[in-house]
């Protein structure tokens, strides 16, 4: 097997399908999925609450186990990958990320909404005094222009961030979308660019390879789609097409399939796929981790999810506001007993 | 009864909207602004309004402390350090509004009689003013085992400072959760929400109480507690009615500001000069019922 890297992979299915298993992981699940990793060498696999550290909460779910406790586990068992996590600042804060940092963390990316950049300049200063490796990840990214998504991108850059990622935390972007804003950064930033995708218009792996194919070197995947909404690019498959495009990940095909079916796929409750729920998510383009949320507040109200999430999308909300879900569904259902009555 | 003079500190869009609040108040007399940029926009305002204006900041106004008893210090959290030791020695009262927080922190319908003889008080944060009675409202019915909130403000509204310091927010109102709420654990969350036109600021608290929720006194309760945040921010209203799910109470909040400097989007910083505002005159009132006759 080849080893060297044409292009790098952070496996998030240990924090971004944290929503999926309603932020349900044990130490058990964490350690045997990373041990499985990376033992089919990918480089990166990020870890933490779904809403990154400190978001265990009422708004977005209780964790079953602290986060600390999972990352502690999945750096125990890694030989070579790095373990990263996520920091929303608003959310997150610098002494929880001092303490991921003092439990054997080595890369971490802060994250905010496409347009507020700015919040995120202390924690990615920190970050790097930390001695970390430091992604800026720009989440939301369908809901601002290419120029403003490059201003915020540069700021991020002038904090110190190494890498800067467009996420598209909707799975609303189309692969022209994809390739026109990652090429503007590629073309004005000097730091890595990267690209999360998620697969609610089923577009994940095709987004991921406009990505590259703009310029972006750094990419997530979430083996067995364990991400929000319909999950991510799906590892094992980035893998096995990157493999036939001749472009090497470094990480071992048949051990990443295995990890997958014989690691992953029981731990589900449900299988990950595009249901009526997820794909309204990327057609609204609406945050992908208030489908379990929205999905709840649906059958409480007895009303569609669909139209919650409609709503949701038309009010410009953004990632965080999950307290926005009942808020709406409750209107929403006053407003139908109204017209009943 | 005679006014308490009083000074602003900063003449940033707090310090400006606070001047405006100021000129109504029946109990306080606004005389000066302080600020350290001339140019400055709140400083011009002040100086068109009548108010004696100030330019070299603190050091000018201790040049001339009969000017004001009471200090409201709209600046910043590492500035404030200087300004509450000189104003100490000065023998004045400070109202604190950077997240400093040196002295008590104060909610004023929770807990400002308990702080009227402190030199220095605290106003936690606007999150903090926004939610924390309503813990504090259900606290008095039940014993809050938790409580979150979630303030979400239009990015328009969010300064400079609140955005390069993002965590002195959420630590400083998990603080006032816990000490001033009452809650035994608590959380904070700020969300920036950039949708145009700007959105009114929206809090939602989550609370757990340690049994079954008392769903009609805890709503009675709150409602109370609405209607006395009203007193002196108009603008504060629930939502809708409280969510109730066995231990699990969800309030839902928002703030229109009256529109005086700041628009009305921007009751995050409405509630701050208003409850500032109320602090002042209660302690005021309190100087003078105690002046010996």
């Known amino acids: 097997m080849n ?51 400190g978001g265990s909460s009422m708004q977005y779910g209780l964790s079953l186990t602290n986060e600390m406790e999972l990352i502690e586990a999945a750096v125990a068992e890694v030989k070579q990958a790095k373990i990263a996590v996520l920091l929303i600042p608003g959310i997150g804060t610098m002494p929880q990320l001092k303490e991921a940092a003092g439990l054997g963390v080595k890369m971490a990316r802060v994250a905010t909404h496409v347009t507020e950049a700015d919040v995120s300049a202390q924690h990615i200063a920190y970050a790097k005094e930390l001695g970390l490796e430091t992604v800026g990840f720009l989440m939301m990214s369908h809901m601002a222009s290419p120029k403003k998504l490059l201003e915020q991108a540069k700021l991020m850059e002038s904090y110190g961030a190494d890498t800067v990622y467009v996420v598209d935390s909707a799975g609303a972007l189309l692969p022209h979308q994809v390739k026109e804003r990652i090429a503007l950064l590629k073309e004005h930033l000097t730091a890595n660019i990267g690209f999360h995708a998620h697969n609610n218009l089923s577009l994940a792996m ?136 | ?91 004045k009262k400070v109202i604190d509004m950077t997240p400093a927080a040196i002295g008590p922190i104060v909610v004023p ?73 009452g809650a035994k654990r608590g959380k904070a969350i700020i969300l920036l929400n950039p949708a145009e036109p700007p959105i009114l600021m929206r809090n939602t608290i989550h609370i757990q109480v340690e049994e079954e929720a008392k769903t009609e006194e805890i709503t009675a309760s709150i409602r109370e507690m609405e209607k006395e945040v009203q007193s002196y921010v108009p603008g504060y209203r629930l939502r809708q009615e409280p969510i109730f799910d066995g231990k699990d109470i969800t309030v839902f909040v928002e703030v229109e500001g009256v529109g005086d400097y700041l628009p009305t989007y921007s009751g995050n910083l409405d509630i701050m000069t208003a409850s500032s505002v109320k602090m002042a005159e209660e302690w005021a009132k309190h100087k003078v019922a105690h002046i010996p006759v």
């Open chain 1, 3 to 53: 080893s060297k890297r044409d292009i790098i992979l952070t496996e998030v299915a240990l924090r971004d399908g944290s929503h999926a298993v309603r932020h349900q992981f044990t130490v058990d699940q964490v350690k045997s999925i990373a041990k499985g990793l990376d033992d089919a060498n990918v480089p990166y696999i990020e870890v933490s609450h779904g809403d990154g550290l």
């Open chain 2, 1 to 91: 009864m005679k006014k308490v003079k009083v000074a602003i500190l900063g003449s940033g869009n707090i310090g400006t909207d606070l001047m405006l609040k100021l000129s109504r108040s029946p109990i306080l007399e606004l005389t000066t602004m302080i600020g350290i940029d001339a140019e400055s926009d709140g400083l011009k305002k002040a100086a068109e309004h009548g108010y004696e204006v100030i330019t070299t900041g603190i050091d000018g106004f201790l040049e001339r402390p009969e000017l004001a008893d009471i200090i409201f210090d709209a600046t910043s959290a590492k500035a404030h350090i200087y300004h509450d030791e000189v104003l100490r020695k000065a023998g």
């Open chain 2, 109 to 181: 319908p929770v807990n400002l009689d308990e702080h009227l003889d402190a030199d220095n008080i605290n106003l936690i944060t606007c999150g903090g003013q926004a939610t924390i009675p309503i813990i504090h409202a259900v606290h008095q019915v039940q014993a809050v085992e938790y409580g979150e909130i979630v303030s979400t403000i239009s990015s328009k509204s969010a300064g400079p400072g609140t955005r390069a310091n993002i965590d002195e927010f959420t630590q400083t109102t998990t603080r006032g959760i816990l000490e001033v709420g």
């Open chain 1, 206 to 341: 095709a987004n991921t390879l406009a990505a590259m194919e703009a310029g972006a070197t750094r990419i997530d995947g979430s083996i067995r789609c364990l991400g929000a909404g319909a999950g991510n690019t799906q590892t094992e498959v980035a893998v096995a097409v990157l493999d036939k495009m001749n472009i090497h990940t470094g990480i071992d095909l048949y051990k990443i399939m295995d990890v997958a079916e014989d690691l992953v796929a029981p731990i589900l409750e449900t299988p990950q796929e595009i249901t009526r729920g997820s794909l309204v998510l990327g057609y609204a383009g609406v945050y992908s981790s208030f489908y379990l949320h929205a999905q709840k507040a649906a059958e409480r109200f007895g009303i569609d999810s669909r139209s919650i999430l409609i709503e949701l999308g038309k009010r410009e909300v953004v990632g965080g506001q999950e307290d926005m879900i009942m808020d709406v569904a409750a209107e929403l259902s006053k407003r139908r007993a109204e017209v009943a009555v």
